[in-house]
Structure formats: structure tokens, C-alpha cells
């Protein structure tokens, strides 16, 4: 293993700092969390850590958007799972967070608030830059080990992620072990043609990220589903009506930019499924209205994309292709997992809403990675070091050379 791991350091009695990522989907009637299993996940490393002091942080959310909250549902959900006492402090970097640190026992295991509260957090900088935040400065004296568990953050260079890592000795936990492991054995074997499914909500880095991918030759075909399916048939001409998002018209020409500059890459859905009076209708694309919300692919589009995917030598898939948590619209979700479990191709499935579908189908046994991340790891495809590996490389480095 090229980075370090819990393995390589004595925890006991040692202050540590765990960055995670429990930024889980939350309902915005009600703002509960709607899904737990990022902080399921949080708790294999949070195991592994004992008779430590253990601080633990995550984001939840990004400033101004619905899912914005505090962690203190997050602690209530960590302590059932864990079925150990949680302390948890609405501060991050002030008095009543040092205070509570100074207070730990060992075996105690402490939840800092949103790291997102701290502004610093919600800019990128570089590892030397990060370590001179307040955030750092205040807190790095308190902490003997700074553990880096975030993988589906993998990819920003907040102060939390690379900070810290900076300046303490720093180590891998058991997710960013295992998909880093997993990973880059996947990427020895990974062949070409490397057919990409997208969908997710998060279509500005998406595009980007997308651009990377095609330029170092792991994206043969692109095809689209989902908002960012739309996105690019908004860009196409397809659909005329706004689709109601941030930053709309720039994120739209972006598309059509890369239409533009990849002609022969993306595949656009052909037939959708709507809501009509709370009932699928499948219609041809050409026939949308601007009343119209597409929930799901049609059959004709399912039938295109696994063929597309049954000539793979790798398939990677991110963001569901339809709302599939309501049965009337799952059937492109169900229908795209499916071919891609029955293909040949290596096959890597990204982010949680994914997973839990996969579950559902009865599928997960069928796939050959299942990672945590969405971004980060169509990063991590376009063979970019993500920064958290790169200090994590650092951090070996220096405590290889001692
Ligand atoms: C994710 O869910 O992709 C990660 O938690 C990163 O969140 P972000 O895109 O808001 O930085």
C-alpha cells in the first residue's frame, strides 16, 4: 500500500482528528436524513479506532443549498449504529470545541459541527495554504494523527482535507484503503472502449470532470441520463423549456460546447418516461411539452445504451438514471444495471443512491468495484491525483524518510 493506514501507527491514548464524509441526502420538508449509509460507512474506520481520543468531522451540504444542516442528527444516527455515546459541540474551531477536545478520555469519540459552518472550509487551497487557515492553526496543536477517511471529497482541497494531513502525521482510513486499493487495481486491468452512464445532479463538475475523461482516453461513449442527460439535450435543441437550475444558460453552453467539440461521444436519451396525473407515460423525446418532467429513460433509450454497454471493456456508472425509489420509474435504472451486471466489461458503480439499487435488484454481487464517492471518483478515472491522495502520498513520504 502506497499510503499509510491505521496499521502503520500505535493509537492508543493518541488525539485524533478523523475527517469523513457523512454528507448524506436530506429531506427538505422535513430535514431529516434520508439515508444513512455514509455514516454506516463512517464507522469502519470509527471502529477500528480504539482507546483513542477521537474527534470526528464531516460536511453535510453545501451553504445555501436544502441540505444544509447542522450534525447533530448525524451524532444521534452514529450512536445508534455504534451503540456507543457520542459527544457531540455546535463548534468547530472555537472555545467550546478545544475545550471538549481537551476534555476527551480515552475510548471517548467526539462530532464537531458542520465544517462547512467554518467559511475557510468552502474554499480550495493548497496543502501549504490550507495548513495557514485559522482552522488548522487553532486545532492542529490539539491533535497527535490526523486520519483522512472522505473518499467522496477526495477530490477538494478544503483545510480539513489537506491541512491538516500537511502538518500532522497522517494516514489512510479503512474506506480510502480499500477503494484506493481496489481502484487502482481496477485501473490496471480497466480496457478500452470505456463506456461512461452519467446522471446525478451535480452537473458543473460533472462537465468538467467529463472533459478529462474523454482527453485521456477513458470515455469512448458518454451517455447521459438523468439532469445532466437534460442539460445536454436543452443543449442539443431537444428540450426547449429552462429545466429550472443554477447558473442554467452558462452550464448549458458549456454542453454544447463539448457537443460541439466531441461530436461523435455522447449519446442523448431518445424516449423518457413522464408524470401524467401520478402515471407513467412514455413519450418520444421530440414530444415533450414544457409541462413535462422527466422522471425516467423509455425503453427505446434502455434498449441503445446496453447495447452500447454489452461492447464495453469497462463501464462506469454514476448518478441514477431515473427516479427509481417510485416503482413506475425504476425500470432504467433497473434496466441499465442490469446490462451492465451482465456484461463482460469491468464494471465500477459510484455513490450511494446507486448501491441502494443495485441492493434492490439483487445486483451487487455482479459488480466488480461499488465505491462510495460520485465526484471524486470520476476524478480519480481521469488518472488526476485527487488531493487527498496527494497528501496522503506526502504524509508517507515524510514518515517513510524519519
Ligand atoms: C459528495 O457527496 O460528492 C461529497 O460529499 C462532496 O460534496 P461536495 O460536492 O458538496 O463537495
Known amino acids: 500500500m502506497r499510503l499509510l493506514t491505521l496499521n502503520d501507527f500505535d493509537l492508543k491514548g493518541k488525539t485524533i482528528f478523523l475527517r469523513v464524509d457523512?454528507?448524506?441526502?436530506?429531506?427538505?420538508?422535513?430535514?431529516?436524513?434520508?439515508?444513512?449509509?455514509?455514516?454506516?460507512?463512517?464507522?469502519?474506520?470509527?471502529?477500528?479506532?480504539?482507546?483513542?481520543?477521537?474527534?470526528?468531522?464531516?460536511?453535510?451540504?453545501?451553504?445555501?443549498?436544502?441540505?444544509y444542516t447542522g450534525m447533530e442528527k448525524h451524532a444521534k444516527v452514529l450512536e445508534k449504529l455504534l451503540n456507543r455515546k457520542i459527544k457531540y459541540v455546535q463548534d468547530i474551531i472555537g472555545e467550546a470545541a478545544q475545550t471538549e477536545i481537551k476534555n476527551l478520555k480515552d475510548g471517548d469519540i467526539l462530532l464537531l459541527d458542520n465544517l462547512r459552518l467554518?467559511?475557510?472550509?468552502?474554499?480550495?487551497?493548497?496543502?501549504?495554504?490550507?495548513?495557514?487557515?485559522?482552522?488548522?492553526?487553532?486545532?492542529?496543536?490539539?491533535?497527535?494523527?490526523?486520519?483522512?477517511?472522505?473518499?467522496?471529497?477526495?477530490?477538494?482541497?478544503?483545510?480539513?482535507i489537506v491541512g491538516?494531513?500537511?502538518?500532522?502525521?497522517?494516514?489512510?482510513?479503512?474506506?480510502?484503503?480499500?477503494?484506493?486499493?481496489?481502484?487502482?487495481?481496477?485501473?490496471?486491468?480497466?480496457?478500452?472502449?470505456?463506456?461512461?452512464?452519467?446522471?446525478?445532479?451535480?452537473?458543473?463538475?460533472?462537465?468538467?470532470?467529463?472533459?478529462?475523461?474523454?482527453?485521456?482516453?477513458?470515455?469512448?461513449?458518454?451517455?447521459?441520463?438523468?439532469?445532466?442527460?437534460?442539460?445536454?439535450?436543452?443543449?442539443?435543441?431537444?428540450?426547449?423549456?429552462?429545466?429550472?437550475?443554477?447558473?442554467?444558460?452558462?452550464?448549458?453552453?458549456?454542453?454544447?460546447?463539448?457537443?460541439?467539440?466531441?461530436?461523435?461521444v455522447f449519446s442523448t436519451p431518445v424516449d423518457v418516461a413522464v408524470d401524467k396525473d401520478g402515471s407513467r407515460v412514455e413519450l418520444d423525446v421530440r414530444d415533450l411539452s414544457r409541462e413535462d418532467t422527466i422522471y425516467d429513460l423509455g425503453p427505446k433509450t434502455v434498449d441503445y445504451y446496453n447495447k452500447l454497454i454489452s461492447g464495453a471493456g469497462t463501464v462506469f456508472i454514476s448518478g441514477p438514471p431515473g427516479y427509481f425509489e417510485k416503482e413506475e420509474f425504476s425500470f432504467g435504472t433497473k434496466g441499465i444495471l442490469e446490462g451492465i451486471a451482465n456484461s463482460m466489461a469491468t464494471t465500477i458503480v459510484s455513490g450511494g443512491h446507486l448501491t441502494s439499487a443495485l441492493k434492490r435488484y439483487g445486483l451487487i454481487?455482479?459488480?466488480?468495484?461499488?465505491?462510495?464517492?460520485?465526484?471524486?471518483?470520476?476524478?480519480?478515472?481521469?488518472?488526476?491525483?485527487?488531493?487527498?491522495?496527494?497528501?496522503?502520498?506526502?504524509?508517507?513520504?515524510?514518515?517513510?524518510?524519519?
Open 22 to 67: 457523512m454528507n448524506c441526502p436530506i429531506d427538505p420538508n422535513t430535514m431529516e436524513i434520508s439515508g444513512t449509509k455514509r455514516i454506516e460507512e463512517a464507522t469502519t474506520t470509527i471502529n477500528a479506532i480504539k482507546d483513542s481520543k477521537l474527534v470526528v468531522a464531516s460536511h453535510q451540504g453545501r451553504v445555501g443549498n436544502k441540505d
Open 118 to 160: 467554518c467559511a475557510e472550509e468552502n474554499y480550495e487551497f493548497s496543502p501549504a495554504d490550507a495548513a495557514k487557515t485559522i482552522m488548522v492553526k487553532r486545532l492542529e496543536k490539539l491533535f497527535d494523527l490526523c486520519v483522512l477517511d472522505s473518499f467522496p471529497s477526495a477530490h477538494r482541497s478544503h483545510p480539513s
Open 164 to 264: 491538516f494531513a500537511h502538518v500532522l502525521p497522517a494516514c489512510a482510513g479503512k474506506i480510502v484503503e480499500r477503494e484506493v486499493r481496489k481502484l487502482d487495481e481496477i485501473m490496471t486491468v480497466a480496457k478500452a472502449p470505456h463506456v461512461i452512464v452519467l446522471g446525478g445532479s451535480k452537473v458543473d463538475d460533472r462537465l468538467e470532470a467529463i472533459k478529462m475523461l474523454i482527453k485521456k482516453g477513458r470515455a469512448d461513449h458518454v451517455l447521459l441520463t438523468g439532469l445532466i442527460g437534460n442539460v445536454f439535450m436543452r443543449a442539443q435543441g431537444r428540450i426547449r423549456a429552462p429545466l429550472g437550475i443554477k447558473r442554467e444558460e452558462e452550464i448549458v453552453a458549456k454542453a454544447h460546447a463539448l457537443i460541439g467539440e466531441y461530436p461523435d
Open 365 to 402: 454481487d455482479k459488480i466488480n468495484h461499488i465505491s462510495t464517492a460520485g465526484g471524486a471518483l470520476v476524478l480519480y478515472m481521469t488518472g488526476e491525483t485527487l488531493p487527498m491522495i496527494q497528501v496522503l502520498e506526502e504524509a508517507a513520504q515524510r514518515h517513510r524518510s524519519k
